[in-house]
Every structure is written in C-alpha cells, then in structure tokens.
T-cell receptor, first 114, second 115 residues
Framework: NAGVTQTPKFRILKIGQSMTLQCTQD?????MYWYRQDPGMGLKLIYY???????DKGEVPNGYNVSRSTTEDFPLRLELAAPSQTSVYFC?????????????FGEGSWLTVV | QKEVEQNSGPLSVPEGAIASLNCTYS??????FFWYRQYSGKSPELIMS????GDKEDGRFTAQLNKASQYVSLLIRDSQPSDSATYLC???????????????FGSGTQLTVLP
C-alpha cells in the first residue's frame, strides 16, 4: 500500500520558473491537503480539497494553484517561482470524519528557488 | 486568527525522565487535538489524538486536554534517545466562517533526550 506519494522529492527552480508538485493517494480518501513547512516552523496550509472538483484556499495560498480532477490526484502548481517559496512541501490526505480523522502525509518535496 | 502556540524549546531531558510538552490554542470551537512527531528531514507521524477532556494514555505517551483552559499537553514517560525529535501540536480549526475544519499546526517543540 503506497499511501500518499509525492514527486519530485527535490527540485531547484530559478526565479520566475513554473512547476507542478504531484501528489497521489491510493486510499480513496476524500480530503487532500498541501502544506508548506519553513525551517524551524510548523506546517502552514496552502490549499485543500474535500473531494474531486472541489478545492479551497488555506492559510497561505498566494503564488499557488491546485486542481482536483480525480479522487486520487491533487497537484500543486507554482506559476512564477519566488525565493519566498523555498520550503518543504507536504501533501496529505484523510478519509473523513466518519471514516477516520487520521491525516496521512507524503514524504515531502524539498523546493529551492534561486 | 486561529492560532496554536507551543514553546519552541529546545527541551532537553535525561534518558528515563518525563518529558512534558505543552500547547495552547485560540479557537474555542476546536474539537480534535493531535500530537505529531517529526524527525529531521522526515514527514510528521501521528502519535496521539484526543477529543475529550482528561487524559489519554498510549504506552509511554499520555495526552491531556483541558478545553476550558484551551490547553493540551503531551507527557512522555521513560524518555529514550529515540524520542529526540520535534513534536507538533495540531488542532482542528475553521479558517473562515462556513469553511471546512482544517488542521492547524503549532511551530513545534524540539526535544532532545540525553543518554
């Protein structure tokens, strides 16, 4: 059981470049999340989704976009990379309140913008 | 602003001692509370969840919740060097009126257990 899979694990971007962080889960979870974690800090919610076709902004959405065309996939798009987006990005998922509140995290994607 | 606050530490305890980690939160509507452990360079892993006032024990870990004081804590008994990690407190909050509840994290407390 793969759980939550993120790619790539490491990436270096130049300022102004664009990229997509991929996230896939094979647990048929309704809820999916993207967090970023800056050094020595907790996790900040970027975007979340409560099901296919439904997304909403979290605490720090500026500079990012998401889509949720299927239950399994929740990609995070950076359109114009900025040094402030240098961070570790975690994708996560959970089943839902009736099926369990446990959040499962991917292994993280380390992004550096130079 | 819905916030979750933790002492950043670092907290150092000798092996075999009790480590006490504390967390306060501002959203009185919060219903679910979690403690995650995060090793350096790794993703967070859930170690405890608590939903009702009082204590919940799981092995060497005890979570304590006091909703009236908006306070949740984690005790680690018989601390081991392998417990050295950052501990993140997480609380369900509603970022905006009408939005689904989300998990808001504190900044974490770095724990070092000295052999």
């Amino acid at each position: 059981n793969a759980g939550v899979t993120q790619t790539p694990k490491f990436r270096i971007l130049k300022i102004g470049q664009s990229m997509t962080l991929q996230c896939t889960q094979d647990m048929n979870h309704n809820y999916m999340y993207w967090y970023r974690q800056d050094p020595g800090m907790g996790l900040k919610l970027i975007y979340y989704s409560v099901g296919a076709g439904i997304t909403d902004k979290g605490e720090v959405p500026n500079g990012y976009n998401v889509s949720r065309s299927t239950t399994e996939d929740f990609p995070l798009r950076l359109e114009l990379a900025a040094p402030s987006q240098t961070s570790v990005y975690f994708c996560a998922s959970r089943a839902g309140r009736r099926s369990g509140n446990t959040i499962y995290f991917g292994e993280g994607s380390w992004l550096t913008v130079v | 602003q819905k916030e979750v606050e933790q002492n950043s530490g670092p907290l150092s305890v000798p092996e075999g001692a009790i480590a006490s980690l504390n967390c306060t939160y501002s959203d009185r509507g919060s219903q679910s509370f979690f403690w995650y452990r995060q090793y350096s360079g790794k993703s967070p892993e859930l170690i405890m969840s608590i939903y009702s006032n009082g204590d919940k024990e799981d092995g060497r870990f005890t979570a304590q919740l006091n909703k009236a004081s908006q306070y949740v804590s984690l005790l680690i008994r018989d601390s081991q060097p392998s417990d050295s990690a950052t501990y993140l407190c997480a609380v369900t909050t509603s970022p905006r009126l009408g939005s689904a509840r989300q998990l808001t994290f504190g900044s974490g407390t770095q724990l070092t257990v000295l052999p």
